[in-house]
């Protein structure tokens, strides 16, 4: 036998669209008060991107000078992939072990997942790949 009691009360009502609108505008207004302004987030990217040019311009005197001696088209080559490789480690292991690059640090931003959780190795590797597009 089924219990047929209070079946109505089970029913769920559905919001009105002024309701919706009003929640969706309150989740936006939180939203935009979590995410940080786009020019603290160029200036983080500026001083990463300053940090790796001198970086490389140090490797790359280093390594003119002693390539100059070898003569070797192919291992400059390979010499200049492994300095490329070498900077995207710069962006993924401060984003997965700090949450933030030293100029991510600097401006105050921290690197998180969409749910607020702290980066995980492997979203740090998918931020880190996307930069090879």
Do not use: H
């Amino acid at each position: 036998m089924q219990d047929e009691s209070n079946t109505e009360g089970s029913i769920e009502q559905i919001p009105d669209d002024d309701a919706v609108q009003s929640s969706n505008a309150a989740l936006l207004k939180e939203l935009e008060s979590r995410l940080p302004r786009m020019s603290t987030r160029y200036f983080a990217a500026t001083m990463d991107n300053a940090f790796l040019v001198v970086a490389f311009l140090i490797a790359g005197g280093v390594l003119g000078e002693w390539l100059g001696r070898i003569q070797n088209e192919t291992l400059a080559i390979i010499l200049g992939i492994g300095l490329y490789t070498l900077s995207l480690f710069y962006f993924l292991i401060p984003e997965w072990r700090f949450g933030a690059t030293p100029g991510k640090y600097w401006m105050g931003l921290q690197v998180v997942k969409v749910d607020g959780t702290p980066c995980t190795f492997k979203s740090a590797l998918i931020r880190t790949l996307w930069r090879l597009i």
